[in-house]
């Protein structure tokens, strides 16, 4: 049917055939849509306008008479639910406790309080412990290494801490 309104609105057919045609426009749904679908794309590819003259004026001096909105209303004070208030300043004072919690809660951890002076209790005796030097090398593959050591997953500031001194066993010379 769409090869017979093609050939239909090329005006190929003849009259008996155009009348049929025209009939089963009538009739069926899906043929009508097809004829307006073949002609808007022949408008298109003619650049034929489906508007009527002077439509883009128009509509522009509607649009111009129209009022510009730049805000939105303002809304009512009885549109905002009756706790609101109350909610807000439980919040605010929830905030505050919490943070006044953590910031003053005792720690575990925390240092004891100073305590009165105890008589001195004798250190047990230290055990003396050989150092072995090094050799000369030692130093600079350790600081080259420093990176891969235990001590760098520990938490704090000593994985950022830099070497800059050490202490040498060798004589100056």
């Known amino acids: 049917m769409k090869e017979k309104i093609s050939a239909l609105m090329d005006g190929e057919l003849e009259d008996r055939e155009a009348a049929g045609a025209i009939g089963t426009l009538q009739g069926d749904g ?11 794309i022949g408008d298109a590819m003619r650049d034929t306008r489906a508007l009527s003259p002077g439509f883009a004026d128009r509509v522009a001096a509607r649009l111009a008479q129209e009022p510009t909105v730049l805000a939105p209303r303002r809304l009512k004070p009885e549109a905002r639910p009756w706790y609101a208030i109350p909610a807000a300043a439980a919040a605010g004072v929830a905030g505050v406790s919490l943070v006044g919690y953590l910031a003053f809660a005792p720690r575990p951890d925390a240092p004891a309080v100073a305590r009165a002076p105890q008589a001195p209790v004798a250190a ?16 600079d593959y350790i600081l080259a290494h420093q990176g891969f050591s235990p001590r760098v997953s ?9 070497t800059v001194s050490s202490r040498s066993v060798e004589p100056r010379r």
């Open 30 to 40: 899906d043929a009508r849509d097809a004829w307006r679908a073949y002609h808007l």
């Open 124 to 139: 047990p005796a230290q055990p003396q412990v050989a150092t072995v030097p090094l050799p000369s090398g030692a130093d």
């Open 154 to 162: 520990l938490q704090g500031m000593a994985p950022y801490a830099r």
